[in-house]
């Protein structure tokens, strides 16, 4: 299944504009451009209203009439001042804005359960009030657990979506997660796939924004430079969605190479992005390249969500692989992230080096920060539990497996699992762990955020309080000064995540 979602998010002003009433104008008449656009090119489409635009008697008679088959209206869940003072909550923004991208006051886990439940309920009656139903699709760029669980068990939606992996960006950092496509979440965080039928929210989460595979973990770091010093996605307004090229690169890397049964992609604009709708030229592009692919399909997010339920009764197993690098034209930097209800990992080439850049476990003891009291910063990070990390670890290297090697192929195994291999070496990803062959791998436990005791069959892991290990079978692990070397007893090893 090849899913896209044309979706763009609806803010009423963007106070960075500095002139309020020029930034309610520019973000009208932006939506309605991306409207039009939905129009012409006869696509579905999903438009998500903040409580401010919702309540808004332009947008109201914008979209009053235009809810049908192929236009899907749902709710963008940030905070805006209208929404704390219709229940009764202090506004602990800045007094002369209503709305604020910082984590206080702009998102739902800076409050508490109830206040939470206070803003959801009136955003949700509202919405029904103007237009009759209840949203099915609800987005943020930051969703707590507690909202996702309530919203999924009193709501019934269909989809949940949220930012990309990122770093210290905007007021928020996502690391680790399940990289794209979409997952069942754990209930008591919703950055974790659900372990078991009992911890699992019966509404799966989406990632936005189609994040370069190859660039937007690192910014640069291993991936060999580029110039363009920006978010590695497919948005509009940044250069990586605005040159034709790399939106070539980008459909051939999530809809023509192995994905193990389901792509997925979002493409779009928030309204508040820039002064002007320079983006609009770029974003017409996109429409044009990707409404030419007939294997693509269209859908609303409720659509999407609702298939994926349909399909999936647990987190599924996908993959998106770059085979080569739209910054170097060639094949010299590769990169496949694997995701399955256990863990995420990304094996990685540059040049002549191929390494696991990072490896995390999904588990339900990782309780979110934010579960059961609110977050008193005014950023918020969502983590799972790191195996190997080359971004924010000191060492640069992960889980080395070649400083010898070539171009790697990807073959699907089975439903579930992916072979890379080059020359005589290769690595399968399973839904039970990582098998290689013909590999004798390192590791720096050095300078890494968790503690790391190594033996001779497992290294044991502690962090947030919780253990756990990364395990060996088929061979033995032998450490000097922090560096493991995994050996094989004859030319096979398993590892687990545990």
């Not at 588990?363 to 920060?369: F, G, K, L, S, W």
Request: glycine letters at 6%; proline letters at 4%; a negative charge.
């Amino acid at each position: 299944m090849k899913v896209l979602n044309y979706m763009n998010f609806v803010r009423h002003y963007e106070p960075r504009m500095g002139n309020d009433a020029l930034s309610r104008e520019v973000l009208y008449e932006t939506t309605v451009k991306q409207l039009e656009l939905a129009r012409e090119f006869k696509i579905a489409s999903t438009f998500l209203l903040q409580y401010d635009a919702l309540i808004d008697e332009r947008y109201i008679n914008l979209f009053k009439d235009e809810v049908d088959e192929h236009t899907e209206l749902g709710l963008w869940f940030e905070i805006a001042r209208p929404l704390t003072d219709k229940v009764g909550l202090e506004w602990r923004g800045e007094e002369n804005v209503t709305w604020d991208w910082k984590i206080i006051p702009g998102f739902p886990m800076a409050y508490t359960q109830e206040e939470r439940k206070a803003m959801i309920d009136e955003a949700m009656n509202t919405f029904r009030d103007i237009y009759g139903f209840y949203p099915k699709s609800v987005a943020s760029w930051l969703i707590d657990s507690y909202t996702a669980q309530y919203l999924s068990e009193q709501y019934d939606i269909s989809m949940l979506a949220f930012c990309r992996d990122q770093t210290n960006t905007d007021a928020y950092t996502l690391i680790g997660g399940y990289f794209n496509q979409a997952y069942y979440p754990c209930k008591n965080n919703i950055f974790t796939p659900a372990q078991s039928p009992e911890n699992q929210l019966k509404t799966p989460a989406f990632r936005l924004l189609g994040s370069d595979p190859v660039h937007n973990y690192d910014d640069n770091k291993y991936s060999g430079g580029t110039e363009k010093h920006t978010c590695y996605t497919l948005e509009p307004v940044w250069e990586s969605g605005r040159d034709p090229k790399i939106v070539d690169w980008f459909i051939r890397t999530y809809y023509d190479n192995e994905d193990l049964g389901f792509s997925y992609a979002q493409i779009g604009q928030e309204n508040s992005f820039g002064t002007t709708h320079k983006f609009l030229p770029a974003l017409r592009m996109q429409l044009e390249k990707f409404t030419q692919r007939k294997d693509i399909q269209f859908q609303t997010m409720r659509e999407t969500g609702e298939w994926f339920k349909k399909t999936y009764t647990r987190t599924p197993a996908t993959c998106v692989t770059a085979l080569d690098d739209w910054a170097t034209g060639n094949d010299s930097i590769q990169s496949i992230y694997y995701d399955c209800q256990k863990y995420v990992a990304n094996i990685f080439r540059h040049k002549n080096k191929i390494f696991i850049r990072c490896l995390y476990l999904f588990d339900d003891r990782n309780t979110e920060y934010y579960l059961t009291k609110p977050c008193e910063t005014w950023n918020a990070t969502y983590e799972n539990l790191p195996v190997v990390d080359t971004l924010i670890w000191e060492d640069n290297d992960g889980l080395l497996l070649d400083t010898d090697a070539v171009a790697f192929t990807i073959d699907k195994t089975d439903d579930h699992s992916i072979k890379v291999s080059w020359g005589d070496k290769e690595v399968t990803f399973c839904e039970d762990g990582i098998h290689m062959k013909n590999i004798t791998a390192t590791f720096n436990t050095n300078g890494n955020q968790a503690n790391i005791v190594p033996g001779e069959q497992a290294l044991t892991y502690t962090f947030n309080d919780i253990p756990y290990s990364l395990s060996v079978e088929g061979g033995k692990i032998a450490t000097k000064d922090g560096v493991c070397t995994f050996t094989p007893d004859e030319n096979e090893l398993h590892f687990s995540v545990q």
